[in-house]
């Protein structure tokens, strides 16, 4: 089996889960002996660009600009004839599109989350590329052989509003390597942050806003006064946002640090640090799709403590891998400072989140998934 991974951002990409998923799925499929060719369906500049052939990690990488589209992925066809074209992300499913429709390549379109009619519909003000995109979308929904959803609430919308028959339509989340946090690594020194001080990290965006650290950060005064040497750790940018936050903090400033700019293995290394993992997104729909953070979290083995929406019910919940709190900063103040306090608390919720994290986030599991995803959109072919 070959498989054509079709993006509308290049690979290698930014240190996020929309570009590094398709990378470890890339990586997992070769380990299981699938051929995997790459291509980037760029949007700029629109006309004047070749074809760009390359590699990465040995996989033959295309970067098509939009007139070659469609031509562009025929060439590809001819010298690496492919089973499938994995779209990622609805960029991709919708510049990919064309093409599949056009020779009758089966699409298994991976939603990563509902951005796409989300925030830019803010962005765009309905304007003429809100609407193109949407358009496309609701064709490739018709057209998509399989869709993968990273959250049980991604699928109910895709049934009921998009209107893909359930048995097309599998939820796979974010898979990671289970081997990266497995290795040993040196402890890892944070500025401000002293042996004695208890921690507490979120990594990720720290402004976006369905992410919800504005939350945490109002939550910390009410942690601080009751725990004087808890520190907060944001890992992630932008930088200068962190200077905003350590100004509402007034004078627990001093206590929040920001780190910018980290690689995931300094990711991985810095989470086995935290006395508690945070994260505190808000209850919207933007958060119906589950993120590759919560993977890094579980795998970390960390005590976790999250706002209950959406999957984190069952994933953390049910689980007992996490300790769920409402989405406002006196319950989330509450949750972190029980499990800074409660040492029976965090080594169960410690206990609980690896297994958790092998089971339903295991690229080495999730592979097998998007194998029998494959297999059924080879089988079941284009929509009509």
Same mark, same amino acid.
């Given at each position: 089996?070959?498989?054509?991974?079709?993006?509308?951002?290049?690979?290698?990409?930014?240190?996020?889960?929309?570009?590094?998923?398709?990378?470890?799925?890339?990586?997992?499929?070769?380990?299981?002996?699938?051929?995997?060719?790459?291509?980037?369906?760029?949007?700029?500049?629109?006309?004047?660009?070749?074809?760009?052939?390359?590699?990465?990690?040995?996989?033959?990488?295309?970067?098509?600009?939009?007139?070659?589209?469609?031509?562009?992925?025929?060439?590809?066809?001819?010298?690496?004839?492919?089973?499938?074209?994995?779209?990622?992300?609805? !960029? /991709? =499913?919708? &510049?990919? $599109?064309? @093409?599949?429709? %056009?020779?009758?390549?089966?699409?298994?379109?991976? *939603?990563?989350? #509902?951005?796409?009619?989300?925030?830019?519909?803010?962005?765009?003000?309905? !304007? /003429? =590329?809100? &609407?193109? $995109?949407? @358009?496309?979308? %609701?064709?490739?929904?018709?057209?998509?052989?399989? *869709?993968?959803? #990273?959250?049980?609430?991604?699928?109910?919308?895709?049934?009921?509003?998009?209107?893909?028959?359930?048995?097309?339509?599998?939820?796979?989340?974010?898979?990671?390597?289970?081997?990266?946090?497995?290795?040993?690594?040196?402890?890892?020194?944070?500025?401000?942050?002293?042996?004695?001080?208890?921690?507490?990290?979120?990594?990720?965006?720290?402004?976006?806003?369905?992410?919800?650290?504005?939350?945490?950060?109002?939550?910390?005064?009410?942690?601080?006064?009751?725990?004087?040497?808890?520190?907060?750790?944001?890992?992630?940018?932008?930088?200068?946002?962190?200077?905003?936050?350590?100004?509402?903090?007034?004078?627990?400033?001093?206590?929040?640090?920001?780190?910018?700019?980290?690689?995931?293995?300094?990711?991985?290394?810095?989470?086995?640090?935290?006395?508690?993992?945070?994260?505190?997104?808000?209850?919207?729909?933007?958060?119906?799709?589950?993120?590759?953070?919560?993977?890094?979290?579980?795998?970390?083995?960390?005590?976790?403590?999250?706002?209950?929406?959406?999957?984190?019910?069952?994933?953390?919940?049910?689980?007992?891998?996490?300790?769920?709190?409402?989405?406002?900063?006196?319950?989330?103040?509450?949750?972190?400072?029980?499990?800074?306090?409660?040492?029976?608390?965090?080594?169960?919720?410690?206990?609980?989140?690896?297994?958790?994290?092998?089971?339903?986030?295991?690229?080495?599991?999730?592979?097998?998934?998007?194998?029998?995803?494959?297999?059924?959109?080879?089988?079941?072919?284009?929509?009509?």
């Amino acid at each position: 089996m070959r498989i054509l991974m079709v993006t509308s951002f290049p690979i290698p990409g930014e240190y996020d889960g929309t570009a590094m998923l398709p990378i470890k799925i890339m990586r997992a499929l070769k380990t299981r002996g699938v051929e995997v060719v790459l291509a980037h369906l760029q949007a700029r500049p629109p006309w004047g660009m070749k074809v760009i052939r390359s590699e990465f990690e040995g996989t033959p990488s295309f970067t098509l600009p939009p007139r070659a589209w469609v031509s562009g992925l025929k060439r590809v066809a001819r010298e690496f004839p492919f089973d499938v074209v994995h779209a990622q992300h609805y !960029g /991709g =499913a919708t &510049r990919a $599109y064309f @093409a599949c429709r %056009r020779f009758g390549w089966p699409m298994v379109y991976e *939603i990563h989350s #509902l951005l796409g009619d989300e925030v830019e519909r803010s962005q765009l003000g309905r !304007g /003429g =590329a809100f &609407r193109f $995109y949407m @358009a496309v979308e %609701r064709r490739v929904c018709r057209h998509a052989a399989a *869709i993968i959803v #990273l959250g049980e609430a991604v699928k109910t919308v895709v049934v009921e509003e998009k209107k893909v028959p359930a048995e097309r339509v599998s939820v796979i989340y974010p898979g990671i390597d289970m081997a990266e946090y497995e290795r040993p690594s040196p402890p890892v020194a944070i500025p401000g942050i002293e042996p004695q001080h208890r921690v507490i990290m979120y990594v990720g965006s720290i402004v976006h806003p369905n992410q919800g650290v504005p939350v945490l950060i109002e939550a910390l005064p009410a942690v601080f006064e009751k725990l004087p040497d808890a520190r907060c750790v944001l890992v992630g940018g932008p930088a200068d946002a962190g200077e905003q936050y350590r100004a509402q903090l007034d004078g627990f400033g001093d206590r929040l640090v920001v780190l910018a700019g980290q690689t995931p293995d300094q990711v991985v290394a810095l989470t086995r640090r935290a006395d508690v993992l945070v994260h505190p997104r808000l209850a919207c729909r933007e958060n119906y799709s589950v993120q590759s953070k919560i993977a890094v979290y579980l795998a970390s083995g960390r005590p976790i403590v999250a706002t209950d929406f959406g999957d984190y019910t069952t994933i953390l919940g049910a689980s007992g891998a996490g300790r769920l709190t409402a989405v406002a900063p006196g319950p989330l103040a509450e949750g972190i400072v029980e499990v800074l306090t409660d040492q029976g608390l965090a080594e169960r919720l410690s206990a609980a989140s690896v297994p958790v994290a092998r089971e339903l986030f295991g690229m080495d599991r999730n592979i097998d998934r998007y194998l029998d995803v494959y297999r059924y959109a080879l089988e079941a072919g284009p929509r009509a």
